[in-house]
């Protein structure tokens, strides 16, 4: 009897050990359908279809909340935050955007990085961008002057846009902000129990429990970094987890 106690307390140790390490080991839940979560959640013009294995989502692209970019004669107008000044292009236009993402986003072999334009979408229909402008330059303090409260300004052609946390979207929380390119959803800063997450990876993002999804999906959080002291905070940068899908306009 005796004999077997030792291989018995080896085998219940190495199991214990093994079940710890399984659970510091990441989860990637790849392959969760976020269609009734994006049908359920794009408002504003966003409209979302299925198209085979695909989610297709269009819009127009303008904001269904203020901003002091749709013009002081407009009932949507709101001053711009003290210190801030107008974007030269400054006007909201009507715009034509279609993205289509994979309906069961999964991790990609190759991580391709956010590039410039449109690298997702805000659920209202406003495409997010990264922390660059044109010409692959980064943001920096005097562009971020021409914010709106909703961290958002113009380009060229009158296509509203977020890059930073704001007002409309989220600020120190962890609302669903959007979704990006590769069909993975963006959160705010925090958690869905109110923490700041400490285990994300290289693309921001972990996998977890969230209000949309609550038995976990892998998504990428707003970056908790102060971005050049202003207050504000970027919203994806970096890398896509997953394969980009289109985004035409």
Not at 20 to 40: L, R
Not at 210 to 223: K, L, M, N
Not at 236 to 243: D, L, M, Q, V
């Amino acid at each position: 009897m005796k004999k077997m106690i030792l291989p018995m307390l080896l085998l219940g140790l190495l199991a214990c050990k093994n079940n710890d390490e399984d659970t510091t080991e990441p989860i990637v839940m790849s392959g969760v359908d976020i269609t009734t979560v994006a049908k359920a959640k794009f408002a504003g013009s966003a409209t979302v279809t299925t198209s085979g294995d695909n989610l297709v989502i269009t819009s127009d692209g303008r904001p269904n909340h203020k901003s002091p970019y749709w013009g002081t004669s407009s009932a949507m107008y709101e001053p711009f935050p003290i210190g801030h000044q107008t974007n030269p292009n400054g006007t909201i236009g009507i715009q034509n955007y279609t993205m289509t993402i994979p309906a069961k986003p999964a991790a990609a072999t190759t991580h391709e990085a956010t590039g410039l334009f449109a690298i997702g979408m805000a659920l209202n229909g406003v495409p997010i961008f990264n922390n660059t402008e044109a010409g692959g330059i980064p943001l920096d303090a005097g562009t971020i002057t021409s914010f709106d409260g909703a961290g958002a300004h113009p380009a060229q052609s009158a296509n509203y846009h977020y890059h930073v946390t704001g007002t409309y979207t989220t600020v120190d929380d962890a609302n669903l902000v959007g979704f990006i390119r590769d069909g993975f959803p963006l959160y705010g800063r925090k958690d869905k129990d109110g923490t700041y997450p400490s285990n994300l990876d290289a693309y921001n993002g972990h996998t977890a429990a969230t209000t949309e999804f609550p038995d976990g999906i892998y998504h990428y959080h707003t970056r908790n970094e102060n971005y050049l002291n202003t207050g504000y905070y970027i919203l994806k940068s970096g890398s896509y987890y997953g394969t980009k899908g289109t985004f035409t306009e």
